[in-house]
């Protein structure tokens, strides 16, 4: 079988239809190819940096007795008001997809929080925001970042 390399790269590259036919009328399907992003060293850290700590300060005002309710927009019916940190941490998305690791990450932490202990998902979302923010400032300063994490695991547990 004889592939015509200049149209099935034009097929795969399309973004207009489902099937795009070539020159010689032969139907190929087409998939569109997003590129990955690859950052490295300084701006990898402080674009998940920046994703963590966007959706630790919309969690921040919930904590504590005087915790302030926040107002959540659905794509369905009316706004919801919530004061659970796990709930508002779940409908955070950010445009940036290298800033959203931070959100997804911050996510996962609120998620196992609530339900290995059905609570203090906002206290686990600040403590994993002043974890990370410190742990980047001592890296950034040169300290072994493995070092570090034995550190921490070594704290925690």
């Known amino acids: 079988m004889k592939f015509h390399s200049i149209a099935l790269t034009a097929a795969?590259?399309?973004q207009t239809s489902a099937f795009t036919t070539t020159s010689?009328?032969?139907?190929?399907?087409?998939?569109?190819l997003n590129a990955k992003?690859?950052?490295?060293?300084?701006?990898?850290?402080k674009k998940l940096v920046s994703g963590i700590n966007q959706v630790a300060n919309a969690?921040?005002?919930?904590?504590?007795?005087?915790g302030r309710n926040v107002v959540l927009e659905r794509n369905y019916g009316a706004p919801e008001i919530v004061n659970d940190g796990v709930t508002?941490?779940?409908e955070i998305s950010l445009a940036d997809p290298e800033c959203n690791v931070g959100v997804r990450l911050v996510?996962?932490?609120?998620?196992?929080?609530?339900?290995?202990?059905?609570d203090g998902t906002t206290t686990s979302t600040?403590?994993?925001?002043?974890?990370?923010?410190?742990g980047m400032k001592a890296v950034t300063s040169g300290?072994?970042?493995i070092a570090l994490n034995a550190g921490i695991k070594k704290a925690a547990g």
């Open 12 to 14: 795969l590259l399309s």
């Open 24 to 32: 010689t009328g032969v139907h190929t399907s087409s998939t569109a």
């Open 37 to 45: 992003t690859v950052s490295f060293k300084e701006d990898s850290r």
């Open 59 to 66: 969690v921040k005002v919930t904590l504590g007795p005087k």
């Open 88 to 90: 508002i941490a779940r």
């Open 107 to 118: 996510q996962e932490v609120a998620s196992k929080s609530d339900s290995k202990a059905g």
């Open 126 to 134: 600040i403590m994993t925001q002043a974890i990370v923010n410190n």
């Open 143 to 145: 300290v072994n970042p």
